[in-house]
């Protein structure tokens, strides 16, 4: 296959595995590093879980994977269709499907709508299991179908006689449902009679088929109920009621958003409990724990991509190289010197930004103060030369941070300049490696002075490389694929020739992640109060930016909050856990110990899929303390004009000269 | 497959004879405050002119035409059509109904309930707008989607085997509600319909450049040529019936759910098709419900157009 041909097909085209099919389900899946998946989902236990993952968290995938056809499939076609290993059938259903929004309002009682709901489903799940099942000999078809026509209160008259005949009875019972719900708002009548008792036919045909069938009578009838958000909260109840009260040999594995979980309860209002009822598998928080896993699932995802469109063809540790070499990066080698020298080249005939603005800053706010050791307009370029080493432009960046600090606390700059000079020259004649206060404040700080000299030198700040990916996409394998996706298509777009050739430029990359962010920031639209919390988002992600580009930002890398759990107001509440629910936010489930108080309070990141919006940081180091008023101000109804005197009044506490008093540190002290 | 084409259509000049020599029992408008929503109303030779007010548009009492048939509040489609219809029209009236103004739910339930009652030709009339507000920032629904489901009395009788479920969407400017629908039904094959020849030249770019944001939602294969993009007339109820028609014989499918978010005429067309063909079948109609709608989303007045509407082509 030629080049040309190749890049007409993006390896990363197909991003939900919804378009995929059960061969394709089977072919891409990847197994996840150090828990298998049979480990994860457990589909011979009885006891029911909940999966619980963020769009793109792989949920469907893991269902699918399960369901009878791809069980076929994993077990080859040298096994008897009917017996195999595995241990048990997946009956896989998406809730969508059903169209469950049908069963409400039109004029009739919710509890009318509940009983029809209920025969609805079990005909439904009856008709899926039927089809699940192999050839069996007409005599054993027989039997099923008779004892199956004993399930319902009315035996059919025509009694069926194979398999077939019993799907088709179901599904003619099951138009006759739609037909009346159809014709509901013209008749003005719902015209259904239930003629099978809840739960009959879920728990009954698994039942009679383990009689029937020798080579089914140990084996879990597993039902897969896949985006059960799109249930109400009384269809919700009725598989609780079905978990609760499940029968013989029949689990359930229910797969939901975050959001989509909106009862526990049962149709008797009984209460199913986490670890008594049910278990819960969090995908998301499960691969935020073990974030090295995730990387190496991650890697495998792209890499099986890349093989099956015939990229990539090596064994796995030579494609993982390939991997991370198919995307241009700068050299963070000598304190990112190349690129640094780069970005400040056209300042040869100028003073390089940073330090005029510093200069600006201390002929303005500074000269006359005999406390800072500048009594004159003399007394400022001593300071700015101690700073200076042009051959390292990120480190005059930090210099200058270090010495902005030291403004902060009111200290003699001309001795603060000289501190800082020497222990930038130790710590380049140790090739940055000897451990120091200024390697401290390196190690927390290039960062963000990197993003800020590519600034204030007027480019784009960048997110490059597969690992920069990975972690962007935060335990939601669909978010990598968005961004690869987007990557490949500008590459193509640029002529370049993307896992064949040289590695993918800066500047397709950089379209991509812009592209798959604002994809990702218009997806995470709840559908209720989404411009709220939109707002909500936008004004944190501007404190961060503004904090992150002062002159001296209070916390390193900025994506994170803490705030306590009190006083929080009702919309600010919703603005959150909607933001959380839609991804937009993540929960460290752990919180934060607030420094003063020892309280635990509640801690959230911004996602990284977000942070390119606002030129923030992917990785999560300081955490911004918010209190609840400040929180109300960011997520609640508070007026524009009211958040901006919020920020400005902690920004002020940041920017040269420093007023409005210096908030107490929350984190290992960088001074010198 | 049925070829719509064979009803009747024609535009309308403002001096047309048509408006002198056309006779009707009914006439029922829906008021918005789009000029072109109102042209028609004076126009049209009718015994009984009826306004409707849709509570979407927000329009308070006193804001609304003497006589109005008003919904009331939280009433949904099949509520508010069938009290209109047992108000205003029985079974032997010639109707006409001027569909500029109507939102496609009631739109839709309207065609589905004309139907139901026996009357099996009404006339439909559509005045096009001159542009549209904002251009192709122009939004023509609230930005809270209550719910998307099924549009009553268009849910049809689906199967469990979803494997090849079809997903055909009349692309207009809402993206949002585009991506609703897409994220509703994200197994199904996306189909894309694009009103081209626009109601206005520009409108065609327009449209896509709003429907490009929606474009991942939809598969993610754009909004260029494609095999599943396609262009049918945006002022041609029969064109999309006839479409919608072809492709349900040409292509295989599972389920088949129609999501009409492009201009009124093209609704219609989603309605009859479905009224002709599609019941007791796996097919429904989706819509993006949004508790409100501005009440003026364009300036000035383009075409008017008539149609001539067969509920009994089968």
Redesign the interface.
């Given at each position: 296959m030629s080049v040309a041909a190749k890049a007409t097909v993006n390896p990363f085209g197909v991003t939900k595995c919804d378009d995929f099919s059960d061969e394709e389900i089977f072919r891409f899946w990847i197994e996840p590093a150090g828990i298998s998946a049979v480990h994860l989902l457990q589909p011979t236990r009885l006891m029911p879980m909940q999966v619980i993952g963020g769009k793109g968290s792989g949920k469907t995938h893991l269902l699918r994977y399960f369901s009878r056809p791809v069980q076929l499939m994993r077990q080859g076609s040298t096994r008897s269709p009917l017996v195999d290993r595995q241990g048990f059938i997946g009956i896989y259903v998406k809730c969508d499907s059903l169209n469950a929004s049908r069963f409400s309002g039109k004029g009739q009682q919710e509890e009318l709508w509940s009983a029809v709901f209920q025969y609805f489903l079990d005909l439904w799940l009856a008709q899926i299991l039927l089809s699940q099942l192999p050839n069996l000999s007409l005599s054993v078809q027989e039997e099923i179908a008779r004892r199956a026509s004993d399930l319902f209160d009315e035996p059919p008259t025509d009694v069926p006689q194979t398999l077939e005949h019993l799907v088709g009875l179901l599904r003619g019972f099951q138009r006759d449902i739609d037909i009346a719900i159809n014709n509901l708002p013209l008749t003005r009548k719902l015209d259904v009679r239930i003629k099978a008792g809840p739960s009959r036919l879920i728990f009954g045909l698994p039942h009679i088929l383990g009689e029937a069938v020798a080579e089914l009578r140990n084996t879990v009838f597993l039902y897969l109920l896949d985006e059960i958000e799109n249930f109400n909260e009384a269809q919700q109840k009725y598989v609780n009621t079905l978990i609760r009260h499940r029968k013989g040999s029949c689990s359930f594995r229910v797969g939901s958003r975050l959001y989509g979980i909106k009862t526990s309860n049962t149709l008797e209002e009984e209460t199913n409990r986490r670890g008594s009822e049910f278990d819960v598998l969090e995908l998301d928080s499960h691969w935020l724990r073990a974030k090295k896993k995730y990387v190496d699932f991650s890697e495998r995802l792209c890499i099986r991509r890349l093989q099956a469109a015939g990229h990539f063809s090596g064994t796995i540790t030579d494609d993982r190289q390939k991997l991370r070499n198919a995307f241009e990066e700068p050299s963070s080698a000598h304190f990112y010197q190349d690129y640094t020298a780069r970005l400040v080249s056209k300042y040869e005939d100028w003073e390089r930004p940073y330090f005029r603005k510093l200069r600006d800053q201390l002929l303005r706010f500074a000269v006359g103060s005999r406390r800072l050791g500048v009594l004159s307009n003399d007394d400022v370029q001593p300071i700015i030369r101690r700073l200076q080493r042009p051959p390292y432009p990120l480190l005059e960046k930090l210099n200058a941070f270090l010495l902005y600090k030291a403004w902060a606390k009111r200290a003699n700059l001309q001795k603060a300049s000289e501190s800082i000079s020497k222990q930038c020259l130790v710590f380049v004649q140790s090739g940055g490696r000897k451990p120091s206060t200024y390697f401290s404040a390196y190690q927390h700080f290039s960062g963000d002075m990197l993003a800020q000299l590519t600034r204030e030198t007027s480019h784009k700040v960048r997110y490059l490389g597969i690992d920069t990916f990975i972690r962007m996409s935060s335990g939601l394998p669909r978010n990598l694929l968005i961004i690869l996706k987007n990557a490949y298509d500008w590459a193509i777009f640029n002529d370049e020739e993307p896992f064949a050739g040289k590695p993918i430029s800066i500047e397709s990359q950089e379209r991509a992640v812009v592209e798959s962010c604002s994809w990702f920031f218009e997806e995470a639209r709840p559908e209720q109060n989404a411009e709220q919390v939109q707002r909500s988002v936008d004004r944190l992600a501007i404190l961060f930016r503004e904090i992150r580009y002062s002159d001296k930002p209070s916390e390193c890398s900025l994506s994170t909050f803490s705030c306590p759990s009190q006083d929080i107001d009702e919309t600010s509440k919703l603005s959150l856990r909607l933001a959380e629910d839609w991804s937009m936010l993540i929960r460290h489930v752990r919180g934060q110990k607030d420094r003063n108080s020892q309280r635990v309070d509640q801690k959230y990141q911004l996602s990284p899929m977000l942070a390119p919006r606002w030129n923030l940081p992917i990785s999560r180091r300081g955490a911004l303390a918010l209190t609840a008023e400040e929180v109300n101000l960011i997520f609640g109804r508070a007026a524009e004009a009211d958040f901006v005197k919020m920020k400005e009044g902690r920004i002020q506490r940041m920017n040269a000269p420093f007023k409005g008093g210096e908030p107490a540190p929350r984190q290992a002290s960088l001074e010198l | 497959m049925i070829d719509y084409s064979i009803c009747y259509k024609r535009q309308l000049a403002p001096t047309d004879p048509y408006f002198a020599t056309r006779q009707f029992d009914t006439l029922i408008a829906a008021f918005t405050s789009d000029k072109r929503s109102r042209a028609l109303f004076d126009k049209i030779n009718a015994t009984r002119k009826q306004w409707v007010v849709f509570p979407e548009y927000g329009f308070q009492q006193s804001e609304c035409p003497a006589g109005a048939f008003i919904g009331p509040d939280g009433a949904?489609e099949?509520?508010l059509i069938?009290s209109l219809l047992d108000t205003v029209v029985s079974q032997s009236d010639r109707i006409c109904v001027d569909i500029t103004g109507f939102l496609a739910p009631y739109l839709l339930?309207l065609i589905?309930?004309i139907a139901?009652r026996g009357i099996t030709t009404v006339e439909m009339l559509y005045a096009e707008p001159g542009r549209y507000l904002k251009s192709e920032e122009t939004t023509f629904s609230g930005?809270?989607?209550?719910?998307?489901?099924?549009v009553?009395?268009?849910?049809?009788?689906?199967?469990?085997?979803?494997?090849k479920?079809l997903l055909v969407v009349g692309a207009g400017y809402d993206h949002?509600l585009m991506?609703?629908v897409a994220t509703?039904?994200?197994?199904a094959r996306p189909i894309q319909i694009f009103g081209l020849p626009a109601l206005q030249p520009d409108m065609y770019q327009q449209n896509i450049l709003r429907a490009a944001?929606a474009a991942?939602?939809l598969?993610?294969r754009g909004v260029g040529e494609h095999a599943d993009n396609h262009l049918v007339p945006a002022h041609d109820p029969f064109a999309t019936a006839t479409f919608l028609s072809k492709l349900i014989e040409d292509t295989p499918f599972t389920?088949l759910y129609l999501c009409p978010l492009a201009t009124k005429p093209q609704v219609a067309g989603f309605g009859i098709f479905y009224v002709t063909e599609c019941?007791?079948k796996p097919v429904?109609i989706l819509y993006p419900f949004c508790g409100s709608f501005p009440k003026q989303t364009s300036d000035g007045i383009g075409r008017f157009w008539a149609y001539t509407i067969e509920l009994d082509l089968k």
């Open positions: - | 949904d099949a509520h069938t339930f589905r309930s139901a930005e809270e989607v209550r719910s998307v489901r099924q009553y009395g268009f849910e049809g009788t689906h199967g469990a085997d979803t494997t479920d949002q991506k609703m509703t039904k994200e197994g944001r991942e939602a598969g993610g389920n019941l007791a429904s």
